[in-house]
Every structure is written in C-alpha cells, then in structure tokens.
C-alpha cells in the first residue's frame, strides 16, 4: 500500500509539473502573439464601408449601440483555449473541387485591396430576447475572388471551412460567390486587429447566415466540395446545414420585471433581418393594437437596427410585445420554437409594472 501511495505522489507530482508546462507554454504563446497584433498596423481599406449616420442611435438609456465593442461582442465556440496563431507564418488553403489549389499568407492577404463592411452576426444558440448578436465594423477581402482564382467545379455547393483548432462549418457556396453579398475573410473588426478570441489573425463574416455554418474563427482551409460529401461539426450533431438567420427583434428596455413611473416611457430595443433588412417594427401592449415604433438609420440590409416606442404607461402590471417586418413584407412568426435545430422563433415579451 505504501509503494502504491508513493507511486500515486509521484505519478500526480508528474502531472501537475506537465499541466504546469503547458499551460505556461500556452501563456506564451498567447503572449506573442498579443505582442504581435498591438504592433499590427492594418492597411485602408481600399473600398471604405459608408458612413454610419448619427441618426442610427436613438439615445436612448438602456439601449444596445448600433456599433458593439469588440469587448462587448458575444464570443460562442468550442475552443477550451483560445488559439494563438502566428500570423507571420498562417496560410489559408483552398482545396477540394477547384481547378486549381490556392495557398495565401497573411501578408499576402493584407496586401490585397481590402474592404470594410458593417455586418450584423447571429448565433443560432440565441435564444428570443438574447443578446448573442452583434454588430461590428468589418475588414477584409471578398472570398469570392479568392474562390474566382481557384476556379470550383461543376457540381460544388459548398465550402467547408476550417478553424486552426479543427472546427468546420458548412457554407453553400453560392453565399461566398454572391457579388451582392459582403461574405470576407475578416483581418479587422471595429477599427483593429481581430481580437484573438474572435479570430486573429483571420476569420469568417458572411451576412445573412448563422455562425454555425460561416462564421469560422482562425480560419485555415477553405475546402470546395459538396453537402452530400461533407458534414461539418453542427451538422453532425442535429442542426440544420444551411442556417439562415431568421428575422427577430428584441426589447432592451425597460427589463422584464422592471418597474417603471406612470406617463411618457421609452420602449426601446433591437430588430434584425440580415441580407434582407427590416422595414418596420411593431409593439403592442396587454394583446391590443400592434403599433409602428420609430426606427434608427441602418447602413444596409446587413445591419440591425435600433428602433423606438413613446408608451403611456398607466398604473399596474403590463405585457409589451415586439416584432419586425422585414423588406419583403415578412412578419416574423409568433410560433415559439427553441434555438435547435435552425434558430429560435417566437416574439419577445416582457412584463411591465408601471406606479
């Protein structure tokens, strides 16, 4: 029993020592590449993105800001650590059904003409009334010229991406090769380097599609192939393979259970509808009239938008429902559903007591 106690010091001594190394390897290793991304200096864009109006922010207490704080922008991935990529010696690949592979560098990326976008992204986990979703500033180059040099085949209809960390996700292909779609490799977000845990040196951003199936972080191949040959890591596990992002909208303010003084009150909060855009929102109070709320500037389809309801509250315990519209005349649904297999549905709702 001794000799087995002692076997078993020594035996978790020599764990915690190779625990110990590692995760002081991982520590340096995300240190130099910190190190490296606060002295990146990333080029103009060459096609800058439009302005964002100031009319865009409605200035409301309690409000989500039309631009989201690379600190404050939702981070959902099934990494345990947060690659450290060093970007001086990261390529993107592009394989599969292609007349020709394409290798590029991260230098070689950055020397291309790149361009700013502002795009909404939408986890499908986002549950109604979540706030896994933001809006950011994007810096890139379109993925469907680096698609147009390897030249896919005939039969492609899908793009398996893949992370550092070997995550996939599934993209049809004719997202990525869409010229009215702003689908980039990512090498900016908000006016600086990718933060690491939103994929330095490189990323995905694809308008319009969840996360799930385009949003890859540390992207290092892009494979041309086929849905019926290629299942990516949420489509192995019951969701769906293509993840268009459903019109939704959401109150930020006041909160549910939230009491408020009778008289003029600010019902303010969020509506999206990516690569379709929103064209109303509507509130209703205790199940009566929907009435149109007041909406916040966009800058495209790709975008949220802030939108606004002037209430005259009276005294007692109230129920506030919202919903959008978006530009073809679709009103998103009242049937609830949960965010398996392909996006939560239903309106949000909150309850009110106003004094």
């Known amino acids: 029993e001794r ?27 995300a240190a130099r590449v910190d190190d490296f991304r606060r002295t990146l200096v990333l080029p103009r864009a060459a096609t800058p993105a439009a302005a964002i109006p100031a009319t865009a922010e409605l200035g409301v207490p309690g409000l989500a800001p039309f631009v989201t704080p690379n600190a404050d922008f939702y981070r959902i991935d099934t990494a345990l650590q947060v690659p450290s990529v060093d970007a001086s010696s990261w390529t993107l690949r592009i394989t599969g059904m292609v007349e020709e592979e ?46 147009e040099r390897a030249r896919p085949t005939a039969g492609a209809d899908m793009v398996l991406s893949t992370s550092q960390d070997g995550w996939t996700a599934s993209t049809p292909l004719e997202a990525l090769t869409d010229p009215d779609r702003a689908s980039i490799l990512a090498v900016g977000m908000n006016g600086e380097p990718l933060p690491q845990q939103h994929g330095f040196p490189v990323r995905m951003v694809v308008p319009g599609l969840y996360g799930y199936v385009s949003a890859t972080k540390w992207v290092t191949e892009l494979k041309v192939t086929t849905f019926a040959e290629d299942v990516a890591y949420w489509s192995t596990r019951g969701w769906t393979e293509r993840g268009p992002i459903k ?61 606004s309801y002037a209430w005259d509250a009276t005294s007692g315990s109230h129920s506030v429902e919202v919903r959008a519209t978006d530009t073809t005349g679709a009103t998103q649904t009242a049937d609830e559903a949960p965010p398996a297999p392909d996006g939560a549905t239903g309106w949000h709702r909150i309850t009110v007591g106003v004094s």
């Open 3 to 29: 000799r087995t106690f002692l076997l078993m010091t020594v035996v978790a001594g020599v764990t915690s020592v190779v625990a110990g190394s590692v995760a002081r390897g991982l520590n340096a290793a």
């Open 102 to 147: 394409v290798e590029i560098t991260f230098a070689e990326l950055l020397a291309l003409p790149l361009e700013e976008h502002v795009t909404t992204l939408t986890c499908v986990s986002n549950e109604v009334g979540g706030d896994l979703i933001g809006n950011a500033l994007w810096l890139g180059y379109p993925i469907r010229l680096l698609l």
């Open 247 to 307: 019109t939704g909208s959401r109150i930020d303010t006041p909160r549910s259970g939230a009491r408020v003084d009778a008289g003029r009150t600010a019902v303010a909060g969020m509506a999206w509808a990516q690569h379709t855009g929103i064209q109303k929102v509507e509130v209703r109070v205790d199940e009566g009239d929907w009435v149109e709320a007041t909406l916040g500037d966009g800058v495209g389809a790709d975008t949220w938008r802030q939108w």
